[in-house]
Structures are given as structure tokens and as C-alpha cells.
């Protein structure tokens, strides 16, 4: 029952309290399942979270049914903020866990307008030596569990 309740609402958690009206967002979109407000915090102009309406903590806890319509809304939402603003692309971003930078732990998708000079930079990459691209491509393939 505790896992039950966990998972349908936190009851300290913010973004369950947009879901339940208790506290204010600026909503853009919602649907039965999914809702979508702008960022407090705006990385740019039109930064954009969506969420499962339910309580999960992050990815990996997101049930089958709830992901084909959260990447809908992302979708749907992102195409909203290339016609409302003239960002010409966008990032989607998710932090997943502490260490990723993750505060809330109610999962989101943030969607990241970009526009021409707003000079966000992008993750550094460090180029990957063969033997240990070899090495971890074959400890993930080995770590996936079945279906
Ligand atoms: P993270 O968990 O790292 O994705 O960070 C949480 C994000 O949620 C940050 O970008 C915050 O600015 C944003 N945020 C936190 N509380 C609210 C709120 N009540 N309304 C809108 N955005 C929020
Ligand atoms: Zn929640």
C-alpha cells in the first residue's frame, strides 16, 4: 500500500501539488495523463517542463503506458514553441538522480528552446580509446534485461 501511494502521489511533492491545483504554474498543456508548465528557472525563453500527471521518480519508474504519451506531449509542446517563439530547434533534457543534477524527484522532461546566439554550450565529449568502447559496449549489451 505504501508503494501504491508513493507512486499515485507524494504529498510533498511540488510538482503532484501543480497536478492537484494546490500549487500555481503556468500551465500550457495538459491531457488525462500528462501536463506541461513553464520552468521557474528558464535556461531560455520558453523553457518547458512536462510531466506524468502520476507521481514517479524518475525514468526508470515510468510504467510502458504513460511513456507514448509523455513523448507525445514533448512533441506536441515543442512544435507549440517553435511557432510561438523563434527558437529555430530545442533540447530535451532529463536528469535522472542526484548526481545527474536532479532536484525534483517527480520525473519531467524539460524542453530547452535554442535560438540563434543564446550561447548555451554543449556537453564536452572526450574522444573513447577502442578497447574500453569495446569493453563497456559489451558489459551494457550483457546487462540488459529481458522484456
Ligand atoms: P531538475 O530536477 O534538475 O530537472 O530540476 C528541477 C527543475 O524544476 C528546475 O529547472 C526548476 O527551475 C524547476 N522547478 C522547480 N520547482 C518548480 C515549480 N514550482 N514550477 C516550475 N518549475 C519548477
Ligand atoms: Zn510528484
Known amino acids: 500500500p505504501f508503494r501504491a501511494?508513493?507512486?499515485?502521489?507524494?504529498s510533498e511533492c511540488a510538482f503532484c501539488k501543480i497536478v492537484q491545483g494546490e500549487l500555481p504554474a503556468h500551465k500550457v498543456f495538459e491531457?488525462?495523463?500528462?501536463?506541461?508548465?513553464l520552468d521557474l528557472n528558464p535556461i531560455?525563453?520558453?523553457h518547458v517542463l512536462v510531466i506524468p500527471k502520476e507521481h514517479h521518480e524518475w525514468l526508470l519508474d515510468l510504467p510502458i503506458q504513460i511513456q507514448g504519451p509523455l513523448l507525445e506531449t514533448v512533441q506536441r509542446v515543442a512544435r507549440a514553441i517553435l511557432k510561438a517563439t523563434?527558437?529555430?530547434g530545442f533540447n530535451v533534457g532529463m536528469n535522472n538522480g542526484r548526481v545527474a543534477g536532479q532536484i525534483v524527484f517527480h520525473a519531467h522532461?524539460?524542453?530547452?528552446?535554442?535560438?540563434?546566439?543564446?550561447?548555451?554550450?554543449?556537453?564536452?565529449?572526450?574522444?573513447?580509446d577502442e578497447r574500453s568502447?569495446?569493453?563497456?559496449?559489451e558489459?551494457?549489451?550483457?546487462?540488459?534485461e529481458k522484456r
Open 86 to 88: 523563434n527558437a529555430q
Open 44 to 46: 531560455t525563453p520558453g
Open 31 to 37: 491531457d488525462a495523463q500528462t501536463l506541461a508548465f
Open 5 to 10: 501511494l508513493q507512486n499515485h502521489m507524494a
Open 109 to 128: 522532461f524539460h524542453i530547452i528552446p535554442r535560438y540563434a546566439g543564446d550561447r548555451l554550450t554543449h556537453w564536452p565529449g572526450h574522444s573513447g
Open 133 to 137: 568502447l569495446k569493453d563497456l559496449c
Open 139 to 144: 558489459k551494457i549489451a550483457a546487462a540488459m
